[in-house]
């Protein structure tokens, strides 16, 4: 009997792109699978994490009552900035959904934190109070 062996296969992400002066260094890559990739740069192109964490204060898919701030932990902070992302809603929803479909936001979050983002920096979530 032969037995089906499954391999996924992955991409190596850097969580601070190169063109922002990312390093091979272990920690800034990541390994995805090819469409979950595809689609973090479909929603954020190569921005720093200054500029995703301001464009996620501004995406629909955020609740009214929470705002995202991004802290510098550790290492270089960055100086360029990115570009590149869709600007196409359709797409842009379409990405949010391949990455993030069925978890709280809060867990989206937690996801780019420890997946996506450059790991110089944090985002954190804070309630806005009414």
């Known amino acids: 009997m032969r037995r089906l062996i499954l391999r996924i296969i992955t991409e190596e992400h850097h969580r601070r792109a190169r063109s922002l002066m990312g390093t091979e260094a272990p920690s800034n890559i990541s390994y995805l699978k090819g469409k ?11 921005m720093n994490a200054l500029q995703i964490c301001d464009f ?3 995406i629909e898919f955020k609740p009214e009552n929470i705002n995202i701030t ?5 290492g270089t902070p960055v100086i360029l900035k990115g570009k590149n992302n869709s600007k196409n809603p359709t797409k842009i929803r379409r990405a949010w959904e391949t990455l ?3 978890l709280e936001f809060k867990d989206a979050i937690a996801y780019i934190n420890n997946q996506l983002l450059d790991p110089s920096y944090h985002l954190y979530l804070e309630e806005i109070k009414k």
Do not use: D, T
Not at 70 to 74: E, G, L
């Open 36 to 46: 979950i990739h595809k689609a973090w740069h479909v929603l954020v192109g190569n």
């Open 70 to 74: 991004c802290v510098f932990i550790n």
């Open 100 to 102: 993030f479909k069925g």
């Open 56 to 58: 996620l204060n501004h």
